[in-house]
């Protein structure tokens, strides 16, 4: 593709893999939050004319949407004149929708890929000790990497602060940063959960409208994810409303005061947030083209996670924080429902294994690893 943009929240890795690309090949990094980078741009099209033949690089993009409109056509331009693809490479730390609005013009000329945090499979979590680091600290590199534990727990506690005071001011909404942090608490507190709007909205003294924009700003900057229902009629009454997930464990555990791993396993949360943690690794790894729900009927019938995979695969998958997983009725009832081609439990043991029903008791490592084989 011309354009190809890397989206992921701050401090993913973005900057950090982008500029390992620009030492390998003949082009230009500019930094949209950088004054004397800002004003190469002053003249964008005059700038990127006299790139031509090299990567340009746009880290920030959400900082200069109006580029957008400026790049598609410098992209025609170019393919008029033979060259095609490799030619923009964009950072965003906003979601695919946000930046999709901006984009348009781009249609046909862009591809997307998110960047996700660190995995099982690429920090090799062959052993618990290790899993168990990546789901406490979570998956952004420096607070995984951290010396110690309270470097990592200090780490987290500046990026979450940064982003209330700095970095969401700078996108343009006027929110309280004491407002906003009061939300991601209380969504922390409700991992895993269906969220009532209406009782969010009571707590904060505010109107249902701005508590929904304030969940919509956490999911945009890729905070938050809303899991959304099996949307097929089954002539069930199905659960319609999406459950919500912080992405990364360690924030989670940071905004709940968890700083060590014998706290987490002590505290009420710890079932949601493995719940959350093996979701949220299952998808980082999913196939193009794949899609992802959960399925809860009023009756007690639910699925943790079910995917539907490409060649009509349609794994049904529940999550248990147990050395010797049970699979409840409820999760039998649903796959009668909905009749998956493979079942999973996902479980923090280090053998895969199975159980009745055709049920496969699996690690998370091992469930990743089969994903990438589809």
């Keep these: 593709m011309p354009a190809v943009a890397i989206l992921g929240p701050r401090q993913i890795g973005k900057t950090t893999l982008a500029l390992e690309i620009e030492q390998s090949h003949d082009s230009v990094y500019l930094d949209l939050e950088s004054p004397s980078d800002l004003a190469k741009l002053d003249d964008p099209l005059a700038y990127f004319e006299a790139q031509q033949g090299k990567l340009v690089v746009l880290d920030e993009i959400q900082r200069m949407p109006e580029l957008f409109k400026v790049l598609r056509g410098v992209i025609d331009k170019n393919r008029q004149r033979g060259n095609t693809n490799g030619q923009f490479l964009i950072l965003g730390s906003a979601s695919l929708d946000l930046l999709q609005q901006s984009a348009e013009s781009l249609a046909g000329r862009i591809a997307y890929h998110e960047l996700a945090s660190l995995t099982p499979v690429e920090v090799n979590a062959e052993n618990s000790s290790e899993l168990d680091k990546l789901w406490l600290r979570g998956g952004f590199p420096e607070s995984y990497l951290a010396s110690t534990e309270s470097v990592s727990v200090d780490w987290r506690d500046n990026f979450i602060r940064t982003y209330l005071e700095r970095d969401i001011p700078q996108l343009g909404p006027r929110i309280p940063a004491m407002t906003l942090r009061r939300l991601w608490t209380m969504l922390a507190h409700l991992q895993a959960s269906l969220v009532n709007v209406s009782q969010l909205a009571s707590n904060l003294d505010l ?67 493995w719940e959350g943690f093996v979701i949220e690794n299952i998808l980082n790894v999913m196939p193009r083209g794949a899609e992802a729900f959960f399925y809860r009927t009023s009756a007690g019938a639910e699925i943790d996670l079910v995917l539907q995979l490409p060649k009509q695969e349609l794994w049904a998958i529940e999550v248990k924080r147990s050395s010797a997983p049970k699979v409840e009725r409820g999760f039998h009832e649903a796959c009668a429902d909905i009749k998956p081609t493979r079942k999973f439990i996902v479980y923090n043991g280090d053998e895969t294994f199975p159980m009745k029903n055709d049920v496969e008791a699996i690690p998370l490592l091992q469930l990743q690893r089969n994903l990438f084989d589809i």
Excluded: E
């Excluded at 990364?248 to 060590?260: A, E, Q, V």
């Design 207 to 273: 109107s249902n409208p701005t508590v929904k924009r304030y969940i919509d700003l956490l999911a945009d900057l890729l905070m938050i994810r809303r899991l959304q229902p099996w949307h097929t009629n089954q002539g069930k009454r199905l659960i319609k409303t999406p459950k919500i997930y912080l992405r990364d464990s360690g924030l989670l555990h940071k905004l709940l005061n968890i700083d060590s791993l014998d706290d987490l396993l002590q505290h009420p949360i710890i079932g949601a947030s």
